[in-house]
Nanobody, 116 residues
């Protein structure tokens, strides 16, 4: 079992920046992907960014060039640096770790609100 806890959300003006953190309860040695998803009110949860087990990264088109995902394995923490935030980035952001296809863990989420 892995517990995930997100932090770093908040209220920011358009054009501003936030860094989200996702702390895992234990070291994860093997995984398929670690990533971030978000869910805006009235919308489905959507993919934002991920680090694949090979070390490569993947981003949703809507955040490419503005968001950066990174990982500090020594701290069991994954980060999402969000720059040039837009009102449409407003959502609850969830951390995800896929250890195996059938073994997924989610954090409780952190609210990000971007004012225009």
């Amino acid at each position: 079992q892995v517990q995930l806890v997100e932090s770093g959300g908040g209220l920011v003006q358009a054009g501003g920046s936030l860094m989200l953190s996702c702390a895992a309860s234990r070291r994860i040695f093997r995984f398929n992907a670690m990533g971030w998803y978000r869910q805006a009110p009235g919308k489905q949860r959507e993919f934002v960014a991920a680090i694949i087990s090979t070390g490569s990264t993947d981003y949703a088109d809507s955040v490419k060039g503005r968001f950066t995902i990174s990982r500090d394995s020594a701290k069991n923490t994954t980060y999402l640096q969000m720059n040039n935030l837009k009102p449409e980035d407003t959502a609850v952001y969830y951390c995800n770790v896929q250890v195996k296809i059938i073994e997924n863990y989610w954090g409780p989420g952190t609210q990000v609100t971007v004012s225009s």
